[in-house]
């Protein structure tokens, strides 16, 4: 009784063992795979796809660092953006802002009217964190116009502040 038993057990451990293998080897290459997906990649023992896959995960955690710094870079270089568009006796102003920007549009429209150009109309759009407004303003004295070079220069000290 006890001899077949053994062998049912040495048996299983056999099958066991062989699985284990088979799932290694499958797990194994398709880690080689992921590292470097051309047919015509070198062929590598466990121990070198398991360095290879190390130095791989590294090279990605320092790129995302990296695009990590670039974002926060970009997130805390000028946040506002405007562009001035002279139509004759009529102004368009596109401007693009974060959305915890208070009070910018109300500053905006407050300079352009101080420079007799009241607001006309105002669109809007959000995408994610930012507004994109576009104003149109409209000359007091049509023949007159507007100093758009003006407005321009006080609309770049308010957005540079």
């Known amino acids: 009784m006890r001899c077949r038993e053994s062998k049912v057990a040495a048996l299983s451990r056999k099958v066991l ?5 088979i799932l290694t080897k499958d797990l194994l290459s398709k880690l080689a795979s992921l590292i470097n997906p051309t047919p015509l990649a ?10 290879e896959a190390t130095a791989h995960v590294k090279q990605l955690q320092q790129k995302i660092e990296m695009l990590k710094r670039k974002k926060q870079q ?6 506002t953006s405007f562009a001035v568009t002279d139509l004759e006796s009529t102004v368009e102003v596109c401007l693009a802002c974060r959305s915890n920007e208070k009070f910018i549009l109300t500053r905006v ?5 101080e420079e007799a150009a009241p607001v006309v109309a105002v669109s ?9 407004y576009i104003i149109y303003s409209q000359a007091v004295y049509s023949r007159i116009g507007i100093d758009s ?7 770049k000290r308010l957005t540079a502040s």
Do not use: A, F, G
């Not at 429209?109 to 009217?113: F, G, M, P, S």
């Not at 070079?149 to 609309?155: C, D, G, P």
């Open 124 to 132: 809007y759009s959000r995408d994610d964190d930012k507004i994109n």
């Open 109 to 113: 429209i407050d300079v352009l009217e």
């Open 149 to 155: 070079s003006k407005m321009h220069e006080r609309l």
């Open 74 to 79: 970009l997130e805390d270089s000028k946040s």
């Open 17 to 21: 063992e062989r699985n284990r293998r």
């Open 42 to 51: 070198p062929k590598w023992t466990s121990i070198e796809l398991l360095d």
